[in-house]
Structure formats: structure tokens, C-alpha cells
């Protein structure tokens, strides 16, 4: 006689009891957040949710799937949804774990979000618990709770036990840690996932960001048809707003507009907007049209993801996001921040590198063809220093024309000198006025040059920054020093030779017996893993004349010379502390030194001691 089981024992049935639990929890808290989302959600204006110009929002907020991944641009309504739905599961009796990516915004997060929220909602209200249980850490809500914890303490990761794991800004938190926060599901009946976040870079099994969760979901984009021939299509920049030409390898040379009829001062006298072509039919598309999601892995049940471009939104103008994206061409972090949070894409400008296309180029930005290095320096000069022992690389440029709105960070030496001494002469001799020092590795040598050289001497530290939104450039008046991003930095230094803002000399591919050149082009931009966060970083083995090139750059910088700020002769008049006409002087002193370069020369000490 077989034996009777009276409680239910197999793995398998526990199993499968969790599975029911989970999609059950999934579903009930999706109507639970419908009804909020409709009823009693107002933003921090105090607005009820406006589903009418979002139409891409209906299917998440009714989403009953336990596991959703949002990979999306910023301002689509993302954190509404992370409210509505945390405070749905809360208001259920479940305990929801927040985790944000720092620590320190938890406090401002919990008062902006939550409390704003709460505070503008009678209906909210009526399930908040007895006030002064409360703290920035937990909150009460219904029969629940809402935990909130900061990705980089892991300490927050454990004893506590969750039913939900919400995660908002993936990509900026500490993906290593945050492994240990799954672990807060274990003995939870529901493990409903939440992960939410602006794409950074692309994902794989070492890198669990927010695109290696997308992958692994149903894959969600949001579709629009053609008004012409119905094609059904996805709205994305590189097919329906760029044109992009790239070079052998793989570098992105120059972009134009899809829509050639558009310019930018017809758009700000008519208001003319750009045309956004099918790409069947060649024909305008409405890119607010009525659409819908349709998923790419459609197989793939239980886990839910979303991906759109902000060129859907209605408050989107596709204008400025063009602007934007013309500004940011030729510097990689501009670039990837506009992929990542316009077009809400990750960014694979894997290989980026100065070539030597980019230089010749640069030596033909400034004619007449006498320009060879060393040249006598005219107005301004600012001079860049990277510590090589036993050499000092130097890069001294000045300023003396503007081309075509732009200015030009001329070089007129770039080489490497064995004594400290020959900085304090080549400081005297090229009337520099503002230089830039590694202070790095030789802190005290770097601490003498700025006290006793006979000009403005800021020491430049390069320093991880986090994420992608931070300046790369941070001058402390008190130490002198400058902490810099090193990526960031190199990536603005790159744009300035592909914005063709950097003169070459005619005999620089020869400087050095080709050393200059060749570590000039030695770096290349690539992903490495740091803390368990890949990011990019420019990798050359050796690259010293790179460096002074870039902490010339920031000499040129630091002295408040931008070229987004000196785009006129008025400015340059600023710069050298002269007046327009003394400018018109300099150049033209410019161009006798130009068509006599023997001239000036005589009195210069020879190029380069190397
Ligand atoms: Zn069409």
C-alpha cells in the first residue's frame, strides 16, 4: 500500500507553489498600481498621471509580470512608475527593498519622491502608518514596508528580508555589492525583481548592468506606424535622425541630418522642426503616433523589458536633441552621455583614438606652410608638463589666430627636456603665463615648480570621478591642484583635434625622430573592469607627449580660454589683455613672423633636448 503524503514535500511541488505565489504577487500588485496610477498618483505638481501624452506608459503600469527591467533615456516618467509601484506592493503587505545608488541621495530621494508624493495624495495618505515609526531608512505603508539602502554599504545588504528588490539606477551602483542584496529574496514566496536605469555600456555575464538584464527579458520596444505606407517601426537615431560617416576604423568622422531641408537658422526663424523619414517609404513619420510595444523575445515569459528613445515623448524637441547630439561629435563621454540618455541606447565607441589622419589634419589647420616648431611665441602661452624621469615631456602652445569662429591652440613646442631647470627657461623664453604640472609621482618637485616658476602653475592629479555626469575638471584655488578625470579629460582633448582646434606644426610628424607622433597616437580608448565597474579608459603604454599635449589643454583651459567662450576676436582681445585693434596688431605680427620663420628662431633655444 503506497504511503499517503498529507503535506506537500517534493521539491518540485515547492517549486511550483513558488512559482504561482510569484506570478500572483505579480498580478496583484499590477492592478493595485493601476488603481493608484488612475486614482490617487499625483506628481510633485500635483498632477494626476497624464497617460494621454504617454501612451508608451499604459503596459508598464498594467505590467503583471514578476520581473521588469527598465532600460530607458531620462524624463520618461520612469521614477512615477518606481513610486507607484513600490508603494502598490507596500500597500499589499510585502516589504520592499530600495536601493538606490549612493547612500548619501537616500534621505533627498525618500523627502522628494516619496514623501512629496504621499504628502500630495489624500488617498495615499489614508495608508500611511502611525507617523514617528518612520525614518529616512523605513517607511510604513499599508500592511508593508519600504526599506531604502544605499548600493555601496554592505553592511544595508544584509538581515533583511524582502519581498521586493527594487533597484533604481542600476548602472550606477556597485554591481558587486548589489549581489548580495538578491540574496535578500531567498525566503520570500514572491521575488519580484525591479530593475530600472539609463543604459551606460553593454552587458554580459561580467558586467550585470541594465542592458545585460534587458537582453535576458522579452525585449519591449515601442513601435510606430508610417502614416504613409503603415510600416511599423522603431524610432531610432541612427536610422531616422543621423546620417553618420565613419572611417576605416570604425571612427566616426562626420555626421549630417537625415532630413536635409532642416538648418538651424530656418528652424529659429520659422520654426521649421526636422523631418523624421520612414525608412521604408522615405515619408515624414508622426513620431507621436499611436504605437505599441512589441517584444523581440516574445519566448521569454516572466521577465518584462522596456527600451524606447526619448524621440517618442512629447516633450521631447527633436531639434535640440540634434544640436546636442552636432556638439558632442568627436568627444566620447559627450557622446555616450547622449546615447545613453537621450536615445536611451548603451555605448560601444569601443577603439576611439586620435589617428594620424586627425594630425595631418591639424597641421594643415593653420597656413602659410613656414610654421615649424620652435616658433617665437605670439601673445599668450600656456605650457603643459608630464614627469617622465629622466624627462620632462613639455607642450607650449599660444594663441594668435581665430579661424572661422573657433580658436586655435597653436603648438609651438612640444618635446622632452632632461633638467628641471630647462622648465624655468623654457618658461622664461616662451613668456609662458600659465602652465600645467603632473603632481604626480614627484609631488615635491611638482610643489617647487609651482612655488618658484615665474608663472601661474597649477599641479594636475588625475582622479577617478564617478559616473558619467560628473566635470572633469575640479581646481582647488587652496592646494593649486586640479583633480581631473582622466578619461574625461583625454575625451576633451580628442574633440579638439577632431574639431580641428589644434595646430600642428609642419615638422611634427618628424619631432623627435617620430617619437612625439608616436606617442601621440599610442592611447587607445577601451573598456577595463575597476571595483567591479567596467568603464573606459585611454590605455597606451607610453603616451607622455599625449599627456603634456592634454595638461597643456587644461593650462589652456584653467586660463578661461574655452572655445565655447572664445569664439570672436573680441574674445581673444580679452584673453590677451588687449584691446581689439591690439589684437588685429598680433596677428598680423603672426604673419611677418610666418613669412620670415628664420627670424624669430635664431633666438630660441634648439628644439628639443631629447
Ligand atoms: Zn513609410
Known sequence: MAKERTYATTEDEVEEHRRLQRLLGGKRIAERRIDFALRCHKNTRGEHLNFKYRPYQVSAYADPAPDIVWRVPVQIGKTEWEVCDTLAAASLGLAVFCVQPKFELRAVHVAERYDKMILNSPEYQEYQGPKGRDSTTLKHFGRGTLRFVGSRVESDMIAFPADVLAIDELDRCDLTILELAEDRLQES??????????????GSSTQRNIDYFFQLSDQKHWYIPCPTCGKEQELKWDKHLVMLNRDEEGRITDASLLDPTWTEGKWERTNQRIKLPCIRCGNPLDRLAKGHWQAHRPEIKGRSGYTMSRMVAVTTQIEKLWLAFEKALGNPIAMQRIINSFFGEPYSGIGDRLSEE?????????????????????????????????????WI????????????????????????????DLVNEYRVSLAVIDAEPEVRLSLRFQDTAPCEVWRARYEHTEGLYTKDLVPNEKTGIIACD???????????????NVALPNNYMELCHGKMKAELLDSVRVLEEQSGV?????????????HACNYDYMAFRMGGFAPASLPTTINVAKMLGANVSGTRRLLNEYDAINES??????KLRPFSAF
Open 534 to 546: 567596467e568603464r573606459y579608459i585611454w590605455k597606451g603604454s607610453n603616451s607622455h607627449a599625449l
Open 189 to 202: 514566496d514572491y521575488q519580484i525583481m525591479r530593475r530600472t536605469s539609463t543604459p551606460t555600456i553593454a
Open 358 to 394: 586627425l594630425l595631418e589634419e591639424a597641421i594643415h589647420v593653420m597656413p602659410p606652410p613656414g610654421y615649424v616648431a620652435p616658433c617665437a611665441p605670439v601673445g599668450i602661452t600656456s605650457m603643459g608638463i608630464d614627469v617622465n624621469r629622466p624627462y620632462f615631456d613639455v
Open 597 to 602: 620663420p628664420g627670424l624669430s628662431l635664431q
Open 486 to 500: 582622466r578619461t574625461n579629460t583625454l575625451d576633451a582633448l580628442i574633440q579638439s583635434f577632431f574639431r580641428n
Open 397 to 424: 602652445s599660444d594663441y594668435p589666430v581665430v579661424s572661422r569662429g573657433r580658436i586655435i591652440r597653436r603648438c609651438i613646442y612640444a618635446g622632452k627636456v632632461l633638467k628641471e631647470g630647462d622648465l624655468y
